[in-house]
Nanobody, 117 residues
Framework: VQLQACGGGLVQAGGSLRLSCAAS????????MGWYRQVPGKQRELVAI???????NSADSVKGRFTISRDNAKNTVYLQMNSLKPEDTAVYYC????????????WGQGTQVTVSS
């Protein structure tokens, strides 16, 4: 699975961005998809996750502001980010994983989101 993330950029606090992650090489419908973010010097953290059936969960810090969704027909997962805060500034990565005999993880290249105050 190859994942290509895009949609990052510079936005003022209170603004919105939508990240997209397009997959190739395999149908995404079987995978659990997630968005993670990382700032320099800190561990990568989970932002939001969506199951193959469409159930979602997100970090407390983004609940009510960020929404993860998927379009299996387009092999794409999205992260709609509203009411952005400076502390949301990070590199955002999309992830796909599936568990068969073991867990298989795939990562996109990351897209920078910068929120100015």
């Amino acid at each position: 699975v190859q994942l290509q993330a895009c949609g990052g950029g510079l936005v003022q606090a209170g603004g919105s961005l939508r990240l997209s992650c397009a997959a190739s090489g395999s149908a995404l419908s079987r995978y659990i998809m997630g968005w993670y973010r990382q700032v320099p010097g800190k561990q990568r953290e989970l932002v939001a996750i969506i199951s193959s059936g469409g159930s979602t969960n997100s970090a407390d810090s983004v609940k009510g502001r960020f929404t993860i969704s998927r379009d299996n027909a387009k092999n794409t997962v999205y992260l709609q980010m509203n009411s952005l805060k400076p502390e949301d500034t990070a590199v955002y990565y999309c992830n796909a994983f599936i568990v068969t005999t073991r867990r298989y993880d795939y990562w996109g290249q990351g897209t920078q989101v910068t929120v100015s105050s």
